[in-house]
């Protein structure tokens, strides 16, 4: 069974340590650098990006996380969290950091303020039967990905035929703009917690 810690500074924590413990993983929550060394992957909750980011500075967890990732660490972020993952964000604050490593670009509140919240079923790419509840709180949206990225779920765009791009993984990266955790429905846990397996942790 993986460890699978969630990193704890800000946001939806309690509800992805839920999740994760009914996807049959170890989960517990991860606020110092000591901690993070303890788990064999990381998620990324729900919540706001510029305070996790500034509180992941504060507490010296900025670069043990990028080098985490650079050493293959799995790790899934949900909205903020999606935001965090981002090599690029639009609409970000000005000194807002993010740990990256998806090659994408990732527009922070891009659903609007009529928007701030829905919920949709969406096709999710590799979960297998019906359509997963995609909750949007204030959500991003991917603006766009590099080659090695793949889409796993988009919703279609308000204002025209476009898709917006709203669930990727590239490697052993994992992001959706919207909230599993908050649904009930713990599958796209179950997927990462297949994805950490895999990874051999
Ligand atoms: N709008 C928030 C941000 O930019 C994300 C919202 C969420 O995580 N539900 O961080």
New binding site residues.
């Given amino acids: 069974i993986p460890t699978i810690g969630v990193l704890a500074l800000q946001?939806d924590v309690r509800e992805h340590l839920v999740a994760l413990a009914a996807a049959d993983a170890l989960a517990r929550p991860v606020r110092r650098p000591e901690e993070l060394a303890e788990v064999d992957a990381l998620v990324m909750p729900?919540?706001?990006?510029?305070t996790i980011s500034k509180l992941a500075v504060l507490f010296g967890l900025m670069d043990p996380l990028r080098a985490r990732v650079a050493a293959g660490m799995p790790v899934y972020g949900t909205?903020?969290g999606m935001?965090m993952l981002a090599d690029k964000i639009l609409d970000g604050r000005d000194d807002q950091e993010t740990v990256g490593g998806i090659d994408m670009t990732v527009r922070?509140?891009a659903f609007g303020r009529q928007n701030e919240s829905f919920e949709t079923a969406i096709p999710f790419a590799g979960l297998p039967g019906d359509p997963v509840t995609g909750v949007f709180?204030?959500?991003?949206w991917v603006e766009a990905v590099g080659a090695d990225v793949e889409v796993l779920a988009e919703v279609p765009a308000a204002d025209g035929p476009d898709a917006r791009i709203v669930a990727v993984r590239q490697g052993n990266l994992l992001a959706t703009s919207f909230?599993p955790e908050l649904t009930g429905d713990h599958r796209v846990h179950e997927y990462f917690v297949r994805m950490v397996e895999a990874a051999g942790r």
């Fill in positions: 946001g729900g919540g706001e990006s510029t909205c903020a935001i922070r509140n709180i204030r959500a991003p909230h």
